[in-house]
């Protein structure tokens, strides 16, 4: 399983942002898929899902400002970022967890800053 995420950069505290997760050898829709963040100095966080049927799932800093989706027709799976705030600032990194097994596969992150 092949995870590149992309549409990582700077930002400045209240804008928008929209970072991206092309899956190569699986069906994204088939499989429940997530965004983790991982800022400096600090462990890897969770910040959202989405299952295969398609319930979401935020991590309580980002609710309301963060929506996680899936585009069938590219295979991908997108997170869009509004209102950002500095303490958004870190690698993203897409996730892939197999049916039954839950098994998880992980692509690189995506730098995102945010200025204030």
């Known amino acids: 399983v092949q995870l590149q995420a992309s549409g990582g950069g700077s930002v400045q505290a209240g804008g928008a942002l929209r970072l991206s997760c092309a899956a190569s050898t699986i069906i994204v829709s088939e499989y429940s898929m997530g965004w983790y963040r991982q800022a400096p100095g600090n462990g890897r966080e969770f910040v959202a899902r989405?299952?295969?049927?398609?319930?979401?799932d935020y991590a309580d800093s980002v609710k309301g400002r963060f929506t996680i989706s899936r585009d069938p027709a590219k295979n991908t799976v997108d997170l869009q970022l509004n209102n950002v705030k500095p303490a958004d600032t870190a690698d993203y990194y897409c996730t892939a967890r197999r049916p039954f097994t839950g098994q998880d596969f992980w692509g690189q992150g995506t730098l995102v800053t945010v200025s204030s």
């Open positions: 989405i299952g295969a049927g398609g319930a979401t």
